[in-house]
């Protein structure tokens, strides 16, 4: 797999930007943080799908702790039911990012007021089988980024694509900023 003139064994801990021409409602103009990738599969949360319901709402469990207002995504499509935490932060002394996917709610707690560090909610997560994404990637159907590169929370939802990928290559940028529907340009 290429990424910006690099050879990369595995995509985990990297972002995946889908194509501009990809219509699936799943994945159009998504972002996904991958947390796995091996010679078995792929997973990764979508990172901008706001659900527009905060934790306490969406899980009971977390209604009366730190954590109540914390902002859920849509992670994918596959078991929406089931809730996964994630953290990450750069490592400035070591120059690398460490991420935590599939915390457990008294790490979140741990982590919610620590300095640099982003947490967020994803109910569900994106899957791919056994040389699934692989196929995916030599049909161009995504681009990849490093994430250490980005302020994700500079931008969300769409806006959040359009800032990675058109980062990525001028010409990227002008797909990038095509209108959703382009009859109403």
Do not use: C
Request: charged share 25%.
């Amino acid at each position: 797999m290429k990424e910006r003139g690099k050879t990369r064994k595995t995509l985990a801990g990297q972002l995946l930007l889908a194509h501009p021409t990809l219509r699936d409602e799943n994945f159009r103009r998504a972002v996904i943080l991958m947390s796995a990738h091996d010679a078995d599969g792929a997973m990764g949360v979508v990172l901008n799908r706001p659900l527009g319901r905060p934790l306490g709402e969406v899980s009971p469990d977390f209604a009366l702790t730190p954590l109540a207002e914390l902002p859920v995504y849509r992670g994918g499509p596959v078991e929406t039911g089931k809730l996964i935490l994630v953290s990450w932060q750069m490592n400035e002394q070591a120059g690398e990012l460490q991420l935590n996917f599939g915390l457990e709610p008294e790490r979140a707690f741990e982590l919610f007021r620590t300095p640099g560090v982003t947490l967020r909610a994803f109910m569900g997560y994106s899957g791919w089988g056994k040389g699934q994404l692989e196929n995916e990637l030599r049909h161009n159907t995504w681009f990849t980024a490093p994430l250490e590169l980005y302020n994700l929370g500079a931008a969300d939802g769409p806006a959040l694509w359009r800032m990675v990928l058109g980062s990525l290559d001028p010409e990227l940028k002008l797909f990038a900023d095509e209108p959703e529907d382009p009859s109403r340009n």
